[in-house]
């Protein structure tokens, strides 16, 4: 499962995974009808408490986001309408901004120079039509 936690983010660990599975189902990695790992299962590969795991999944059942079926898993639900699917996007989108810039404060980086790299980036991406990869490289 493409899941990986932080351990050192002020945020819980049951919202992690909560957001990192939003993200997921959103850029359609985890499409409708997708099953998900048994709660069990995900709380070994992530080596986090099965309750944690049973929170951030009950969370996504009311969030109509997946079905848990009693004895047969938990299911990402049929496609969101596009109103859901762009909240949820965006929503994927601030989170990971947050996180960068929470990482690039921790090292000591300050605003304007953070800016004039991510700008650089942008225009890059533009000029190149894809993101570079985490080498400077051009994703394929």
Same mark, same amino acid.
């Given at each position: 499962?493409? /899941?990986?936690?932080?351990?050192?983010?002020?945020?819980?660990?049951?919202?992690?995974?909560?957001?990192?599975?939003?993200?997921?189902?959103?850029?359609?990695? !985890?499409?409708?009808?997708?099953?998900?790992? $048994?709660?069990?299962?995900?709380?070994?590969?992530?080596?986090?408490?099965?309750? $944690?795991? *049973? =929170?951030?999944?009950?969370?996504?059942?009311?969030?109509? !986001?997946?079905? $848990?079926?009693?004895?047969?898993?938990?299911? /990402?639900?049929?496609? !969101?309408?596009?109103?859901?699917?762009?909240?949820? =996007?965006?929503?994927?989108?601030?989170?990971?901004?947050?996180?960068?810039?929470?990482? *690039?404060?921790?090292?000591?980086?300050?605003?304007?120079?953070?800016?004039?790299?991510?700008?650089?980036?942008?225009?890059?991406?533009?000029?190149?039509?894809?993101?570079?990869?985490?080498?400077?490289?051009?994703?394929?």
């Amino acid at each position: 499962m493409l /899941v990986e936690l932080d351990f050192r983010r002020h945020v819980p660990i049951y919202v992690q995974i909560v957001e990192r599975l939003k993200h997921l189902m959103a850029t359609e990695i !985890l499409k409708p009808g997708d099953q998900l790992p $048994t709660i069990r299962q995900l709380a070994d590969d992530l080596r986090v408490n099965f309750n $944690t795991v *049973a =929170r951030a999944y009950r969370i996504l059942d009311q969030a109509s !986001l997946v079905s $848990t079926q009693q004895g047969r898993g938990t299911y /990402v639900l049929e496609s !969101l309408p596009p109103n859901q699917s762009t909240r949820l =996007r965006e929503e994927a989108l601030k989170a990971l901004t947050q996180l960068f810039l929470t990482e *690039a404060a921790q090292l000591g980086f300050e605003p304007d120079e953070v800016a004039r790299d991510v700008e650089s980036s942008i225009e890059s991406w533009r000029e190149a039509g894809m993101p570079p990869d985490g080498d400077g490289k051009k994703v394929k």
